[in-house]
T-cell receptor, first 114, second 114 residues
């Protein structure tokens, strides 16, 4: 019954490291999203993708990049991790026209940058 | 433009008593509205959704919500709280068909007292 899988539940990385967060969905969804969740700020959209090799910036893309080489996989990359990127990261997907269907979320990756 | 306001950051109820989590929205167009639940250290799970059909929407685990256009509200209710309902709840507004036009509320933490 697994739908959206994030490869790591907890990660600890050092400042300046390049960090990869992986997300895979098995529902053949066109749209995929990366959010970060912080107390008091709710969920904020980092990047999304509506097709293979397509990407769009969300509200807070600075310091992040993404990759979508295959339909089922959407990777978030922290080019040079900083302590202010310590957060919970959530991946989600929807089918085309997804505003009507709602998101399916992964379980999240809690990243700590030290 | 669209926005969503969850009127209470914390709600505390006794087990067996009714639950009311309040949500108001604004949207220039006919919105889709959702409630999600997040248990500690987990991803978000879709509880229910409104997409311009019946205004009273039933979801999982005995929750329901009523869309009231005149009040621009989409409050979440449950007749009798269970201990397992303790979690954080998010109200979300989306433009129908617009995958990128999704706005999350800041969340309401529900505490259930034995």
């Amino acid at each position: 019954d697994v739908k959206v899988t994030q490869s790591s539940r907890y990660l600890v990385k050092r400042t300046g490291e390049k960090v990869f967060l992986e997300c895979v969905q098995d529902m053949d969804h066109e749209n995929m999203f990366w959010y970060r969740q912080d107390p008091g700020l709710g969920l904020r959209l980092i990047y999304f993708s509506y097709d293979v090799k397509m990407k769009e910036k969300g509200d807070i893309p600075e310091g992040y990049s993404v990759s979508r080489e295959k339909k089922e996989r959407f990777s978030l990359i922290l080019e040079s991790a900083s302590t202010n990127q310590t957060s919970m990261y959530l991946c989600a997907s929807t089918p085309r026209g997804g505003g009507v269907f709602g998101y399916t979320f992964g379980s999240g990756t809690r990243l700590t940058v030290v | 433009a669209q926005s969503v306001t969850q009127l209470d950051s914390h709600v505390s109820v006794s087990e067996g008593t009714p639950v009311l989590l309040r949500c108001n929205y604004s949207s220039s167009y006919s919105p889709s509205l959702f409630w999600y639940v997040q248990h500690p250290n987990k991803g978000l799970q879709l509880l229910l959704k409104y997409t311009s059909a019946a205004t009273l929407v039933k979801g999982i685990n005995g929750f329901e919500a009523e869309f009231k256009k005149s009040e621009t509200s989409f409050h979440l209710t449950k007749p009798s709280a269970h201990m397992s309902d303790a979690a954080e709840y998010f109200c979300v507004v989306s433009l129908s068909g617009g995958y990128q036009k999704v706005t999350f509320g800041t969340g309401t933490k529900l505490q259930v007292i034995p």
